[in-house]
């Protein structure tokens, strides 16, 4: 079958089972094509936990789609590919954060939500890459806060706020791959280009850049600047949406590599399969889901 027949099918069955399709920027572009959401993955977790469909299908990693059905576990959560998991995500362990918090007593914990649903329930409040400087300073009464488990969005956010940030030594290796000297590359290849970065990356490669933020962050930064060529550190899904909305502006991946192979397993073909057979139902046990929610739930009142 054809992509566009395929795409069709999907759509189809999306309505047959009132379902709705959530996806990530990092996704195929023709997955991103025929979404109803798509998003980054703080939109995203406003997004399943406000749906009224019954069943969703998450194009996205394991952690985003765990996340919909701790929010939302009434609703059937789709994940089109069982190994579609998150690296950073495994960084740290329930365990391992559980003696974190006894050797550091007193702190807040805030973890990303690239983690799992376990790490999450042990944790004070999540965050994302859209919101972490706000939800770190929304912990009024926390001098110390220890963040998990990505290191340099940890040591990012510790530069807008006066409470000690103890960073956990978890990295994403698509981001933190990213070096300076191939950033300074780029820029001397680009002369007068823009440079936006994600979080993840590394701070000597923050340092370089006009603008710091999420995927949707760096969409709407995008948009927004007085510039014609934009130097792009992040993953290369977020292309595919940039030269859509801004045809006028030319966008330079700011290296070959920045290439999630976790977000680019589903396919079209995985996605059809999924609604077909009503696989992979991810679900959260109760016993770490009621926690789990409470820290994403904070969260999604601390963005508010
Ligand atoms: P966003 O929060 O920007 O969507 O990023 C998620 C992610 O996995 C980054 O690698
Ligand atoms: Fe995880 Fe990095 Fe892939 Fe994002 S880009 S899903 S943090 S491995």
Known sequence: MGIIETQKKIRRLLDDRNAILLAHYYQRDEVQDIADILGDSLALSIEASKTTADVILFAGVQFMAESASILSPDK??????????????????AEELKK?????PGAKVVTYVNSSAETKAHSDICCTSANAVRIVNSLENAQTVLM???????RYTSQFTGK???PWKGFCYVHDNLSPEKVQRMKD????????????CRAEVLSMADFVGSTG????????ADAEKIIVGTEQGIMHQLKKQNPGKTFIPASDNLICEDMKRITL???????LGMKHVVAVPEEIRVPANLALSRMLKASK
């Open 148 to 154: 998990v488990p990505d290191g340099n969005l940890a």
């Open 164 to 166: 000690k940030i103890i």
């Open 100 to 104: 974190a918090r006894a050797e550091n």
């Open 189 to 200: 290849e680009n002369p007068g280009a823009l440079f936006a970065a994600h979080p993840e």
């Open 217 to 224: 962050g760096i969409l709407k930064f995008a948009g927004e």
């Open 76 to 93: 059937t959560v789709l994940l089109p590919r069982r190994d579609a998991g998150c690296p950073l995500a495994n960084k740290i362990t």
């Open 269 to 275: 073909d995985d996605i059809l399969s999924s609604l």
